[in-house]
């Protein structure tokens, strides 16, 4: 096996949407820092961005302010939000914005050249190509670029993390990145749960399926702390296509309604902002609906002329092109018939909910030398495109200091023997024995334990302590089991290792729903056997940390801190 | 079966062992036929259906196709880049065969043809 030792001052893992803007940000700011960014695909498509984005959907319009956005995010995530970093990344939303609108991203200007908002804290962008443009700045501030490289884990020494080990998928290399400081921006987890579509549109899912809790896995495996997983994020989205339905629901603005043509957001939930209520209760709503018997559940589109459904598909085709031909292939005018949506299978992330590693308002983990941004990230949701960049831009600030004032530090071979042998475990599996499971048939077996005990689509997404109990015995097998795990080729390696971190991420959220004897996000997390909200118990974070060495998962809390003045639940 | 490649229209792109479509897809799901020279899917069910491979080909050579359990035959998506590279226009057929186009603003950037992979020793990755 080649090995590839390279020393880089930075290395950033994942060249996503956070990624990209950290590696310009530590090259501007710290001309002399050498910057490496590991990337499994290639960072000019790779990730949640891959298709394009058709709006920036946490930006100040006029007359918003830092604290405006903190009071609505909190509202949002039902009073519970780390305040601090809330604040500072919405402190970087104008920097960031302008910053890659002068990359050439294309955004919407009326005729006087502003903004064209859409919705509170949205403007429109063709953002097609803004993968491939913030790839291209990346590389233009001097970046390595090692693309198909497969992180695995991290090198710790003496409770530091000092680089990261990985493979590259194109020729089997081992890489080994010596760094002063890491940032880790590897994004969420998809396919924890089945999938809301099977067979050959297993992947037709919201989230990148891609995304496949890499960076959380590794992070777990190195005892760093995480929080607010059991915050999961269920969204409503178009039936079938898993579309985003904010471009529907912003764009032309359409209530949900339910068979009977009921505004039932609008009714039963005006209390709490009816079609604005908090996003989950925007996905809790329609479930109660279908579970009582009154689906399906649509959007309500018939009002929207038929320009305006032009405009719509216009949208759809900067972001989600499948949305367009769908309504193409099943002979759908959205301005003659409402828009069936659904909710997705439960996604872990960072950037719309709030799951992933507890860090400081500089985006320093637990772990000495390791920086988290974008949605690997946690207690800071509502995060979107912009939040992520405004956090790879604090976490390369932190890193860059780190990185000027630490030498690199001597990585035992020991550490590197082992880590090699684990990653390759499957190849020489297959190679030496033939027979064993392959990562496709644990991923089904991994999905089947998650969506029949720990709140899959079929259970509606509710939880209690006897489900997830069993979650938890059943889960507790699989790590066991890695040793049987075959790879036929360095695609089905990379494959072998999604299924493997998802594990990790499963077993943590096991441990995090289990945990929160409340239920304060309806529909995220729903606790059957305890149902209602519990602020004088569980106004906290959980958070836990799994032991590096004995593998146990201990489970604390940590206080909510309140910065911005005025009532939790209420948007303003 | 999301994305179809049109055997008659690849040309592998004269020879290059990274074409575009193989590094665009951010599945690692396509690869090079070794002994025609031509693209391959690995498999459909991995597919996001994100489209950067049918947008980048030179050739037009790759379909998008909602999977069938998601939409009729033969409606489909194609993706026609201006020289340009300013606009895009999205040419939408339906199941009875009506056009639609809508043309939108973008930036492409330009993509070479071939790219070498980081490594000591790269070896043949096609099958």
């Given at each position: 096996?080649?090995?590839?030792?390279?020393?880089?001052?930075?290395?950033?893992?994942?060249?996503g949407t956070a990624?990209?803007?950290?590696?310009?940000?530590?090259?501007?700011?710290?001309?002399?820092?050498?910057?490496?960014?590991?990337?499994?695909?290639?960072?000019?498509?790779?990730g949640c961005l891959?298709?394009?984005m058709?709006?920036?959907n946490a930006?100040?319009?006029?007359?918003?302010?830092?604290?405006?956005?903190?009071?609505?995010v909190r509202f949002d995530s039902c009073?519970l939000v780390r305040?601090?970093l809330v604040?500072?990344?919405?402190?970087?939303?104008?920097?960031?914005?302008?910053?890659?609108?002068?990359?050439?991203?294309?955004?919407?200007?009326?005729?006087?050249?502003?903004?064209?908002?859409?919705?509170?804290w949205?403007?429109?962008?063709?953002?097609?190509?803004?993968?491939?443009?913030?790839?291209?700045?990346?590389?233009?501030?001097?970046?390595?670029?090692?693309?198909?490289?497969?992180?695995?884990?991290?090198?710790?020494?003496?409770?530091?993390?000092?680089?990261?080990?990985?493979?590259?998928?194109?020729?089997?290399?081992?890489?080994?990145?010596?760094?002063?400081?890491?940032?880790?921006?590897t994004g969420g987890a998809a396919g924890v749960y089945k999938p809301n579509?099977?067979?050959?549109?297993?992947?037709k899912t919201w989230y990148c399926p891609y995304n496949t809790g890499?960076g959380y896995?590794?992070?777990?495996?190195?005892?760093?702390?995480m929080t607010s997983f059991e915050m999961r994020y269920i969204g409503l989205r178009v039936?079938?296509?898993i579309a985003p339905t904010g471009?529907?629901a912003?764009?032309?603005?359409?209530?949900?309604?339910?068979?009977?043509?009921?505004?039932?957001?609008?009714?039963?939930?005006?209390?709490?902002?009816?079609?604005?209520a908090p996003t989950p209760y925007r996905s809790h709503g329609p479930l109660?609906?279908?579970?009582?018997?009154?689906?399906?559940?649509?959007?309500?589109?018939?009002?929207?002329?038929?320009?305006?459904?032009?405009?719509?598909?216009?949208?759809?085709?900067?972001?989600y092109?499948?949305?367009?031909?769908?309504?193409?292939?099943?002979?759908?005018?959205?301005?003659?018939?409402?828009?069936?949506v659904q909710t997705t299978e439960p996604y872990i992330v960072g950037g719309h909910t709030q799951s992933g590693y507890?860090?400081?308002?500089?985006?320093?983990?637990?772990?000495?030398?390791?920086?988290a941004?974008g949605d690997v990230a946690g207690g800071a949701p509502y995060k979107f495109v912009?939040g992520c960049?405004?956090e790879?831009?604090?976490?390369?600030?932190?890193?860059?200091?780190?990185?000027?004032?630490?030498?690199?530090?001597?990585?035992?071979?020991?550490?590197?023997?082992?880590?090699?042998?684990?990653?390759?475990?499957?190849?020489?599996?297959?190679?030496?024995?033939?027979?064993?499971?392959?990562?496709?048939?644990?991923?089904?077996?991994?999905q089947?334990?998650m969506e029949?005990?720990a709140g899959g689509a079929?259970t509606y997404y509710e939880v209690?302590?006897?489900?997830?109990?069993?979650?938890?015995?059943?889960?507790?097998?699989?790590?066991?089991?890695?040793?049987?795990?075959?790879?036929?080729?360095?695609?089905?390696?990379?494959?072998?290792?999604?299924?493997?971190?998802r594990?990790?991420v499963a077993?943590t959220l096991v441990?995090h729903m289990?945990?929160r004897?409340?239920t304060r996000w309806p529909g995220y997390c729903t606790r059957?056997?305890?149902?209602?909200?519990?602020?004088?118990?569980?106004?906290?974070f959980v958070?836990?940390?799994?032991?590096?060495?004995?593998?146990?998962?201990?489970?604390?809390?940590?206080?909510?801190?309140?910065?911005?003045?005025?009532?939790?639940?209420?948007?303003? | 079966?999301?994305?179809?490649?049109?055997?008659?229209?690849?040309?592998?792109?004269?020879?290059?062992?990274?074409?575009?479509?193989?590094?665009?897809?951010?599945?690692?799901?396509?690869?090079?036929?070794?002994?025609?020279?031509?693209?391959?899917?690995?498999?459909?069910?991995?597919?996001w259906?994100?489209?950067?491979?049918?947008?980048?080909?030179?050739?037009?050579?790759?379909?998008?196709?909602?999977?069938?359990?998601?939409?009729?035959?033969?409606?489909?998506?194609?993706?026609?880049?201006?020289?340009?590279?300013?606009?895009?226009?999205?040419?939408?057929?339906?199941?009875?065969?009506?056009?639609?186009?809508?043309?939108?603003?973008?930036?492409?950037?330009?993509?070479?043809?071939?790219?070498?992979?980081?490594?000591?020793?790269?070896?043949?990755?096609?099958?």
């Amino acid at each position: 096996m080649e090995q590839n030792l390279i020393e880089t001052d930075i290395l950033i893992i994942g060249g996503g949407t956070a990624g990209c803007l950290a590696a310009v940000e530590v090259r501007e700011r710290f001309p002399n820092l050498s910057v490496t960014i590991m990337e499994k695909a290639h960072i000019d498509r790779s990730g949640c961005l891959a298709g394009g984005m058709n709006a920036i959907n946490a930006y100040l319009n006029p007359g918003e302010t830092p604290e405006s956005f903190v009071k609505y995010v909190r509202f949002d995530s039902c009073g519970l939000v780390r305040e601090d970093l809330v604040l500072s990344m919405s402190e970087l939303f104008e920097y960031c914005v302008k910053k890659v609108e002068k990359w050439g991203l294309p955004i919407l200007c009326d005729d006087k050249g502003n903004y064209i908002p859409r919705g509170r804290w949205n403007i429109k962008i063709n953002g097609e190509s803004l993968k491939p443009i913030i790839a291209k700045a990346a590389k233009n501030a001097g970046t390595k670029v090692l693309n198909w490289v497969v992180a695995t884990n991290y090198l710790v020494v003496d409770g530091r993390v000092v680089g990261a080990v990985g493979f590259s998928v194109r020729n089997g290399n081992m890489f080994v990145v010596k760094a002063k400081a890491t940032i880790i921006a590897t994004g969420g987890a998809a396919g924890v749960y089945k999938p809301n579509n099977a067979h050959d549109a297993q992947h037709k899912t919201w989230y990148c399926p891609y995304n496949t809790g890499a960076g959380y896995a590794m992070g777990i495996r190195a005892g760093a702390e995480m929080t607010s997983f059991e915050m999961r994020y269920i969204g409503l989205r178009v039936k079938d296509t898993i579309a985003p339905t904010g471009t529907i629901a912003l764009g032309v603005g359409a209530p949900q309604i339910n068979s009977k043509g009921e505004k039932f957001m609008a009714t039963k939930y005006a209390h709490i902002g009816g079609d604005g209520a908090p996003t989950p209760y925007r996905s809790h709503g329609p479930l109660q609906e279908i579970k009582e018997g009154r689906g399906p559940v649509y959007l309500d589109t018939r009002h929207i002329t038929s320009q305006q459904a032009r405009d719509l598909k216009s949208a759809f085709l900067d972001m989600y092109p499948s949305m367009v031909l769908y309504w193409a292939a099943n002979e759908i005018d959205p301005s003659k018939e409402p828009v069936e949506v659904q909710t997705t299978e439960p996604y872990i992330v960072g950037g719309h909910t709030q799951s992933g590693y507890w860090v400081d308002v500089n985006r320093k983990t637990t772990l000495e030398g390791l920086y988290a941004a974008g949605d690997v990230a946690g207690g800071a949701p509502y995060k979107f495109v912009s939040g992520c960049w405004a956090e790879g831009v604090i976490a390369a600030k932190q890193a860059g200091e780190y990185a000027q004032k630490n030498a690199f530090a001597e990585i035992p071979a020991s550490l590197v023997h082992k880590e090699q042998d684990r990653a390759f475990a499957p190849l020489l599996s297959f190679t030496s024995k033939k027979d064993g499971i392959k990562a496709y048939d644990m991923e089904v077996r991994l999905q089947k334990i998650m969506e029949e005990y720990a709140g899959g689509a079929a259970t509606y997404y509710e939880v209690n302590e006897e489900r997830l109990l069993v979650a938890r015995r059943r889960l507790a097998t699989l790590p066991d089991q890695f040793k049987h795990i075959i790879a036929e080729d360095l695609h089905e390696l990379m494959k072998a290792h999604e299924v493997i971190d998802r594990v990790y991420v499963a077993q943590t959220l096991v441990e995090h729903m289990l945990y929160r004897k409340e239920t304060r996000w309806p529909g995220y997390c729903t606790r059957t056997d305890y149902t209602e909200r519990d602020d004088e118990k569980w106004l906290n974070f959980v958070n836990s940390r799994r032991d590096p060495d004995t593998g146990i998962i201990e489970m604390l809390t940590r206080p909510y801190v309140q910065i911005v003045p005025g009532d939790r639940y209420k948007p303003r | 079966m999301p994305v179809i490649i049109h055997a008659d229209k690849c040309n592998g792109c004269h020879g290059s062992n990274n074409p575009p479509c193989i590094r665009m897809c951010p599945g690692d799901l396509l690869m090079k036929d070794s002994k025609t020279g031509k693209i391959l899917m690995r498999d459909p069910a991995e597919c996001w259906d994100c489209l950067p491979c049918v947008k980048v080909c030179p050739q037009e050579a790759i379909e998008f196709r909602l999977s069938y359990q998601l939409g009729f035959h033969t409606a489909r998506l194609i993706p026609h880049i201006h020289d340009t590279r300013d606009f895009i226009t999205w040419e939408l057929i339906d199941t009875k065969g009506d056009i639609d186009k809508f043309t939108i603003r973008t930036k492409i950037l330009p993509v070479e043809l071939d790219e070498k992979v980081e490594g000591v020793a790269a070896v043949d990755f096609s099958i």
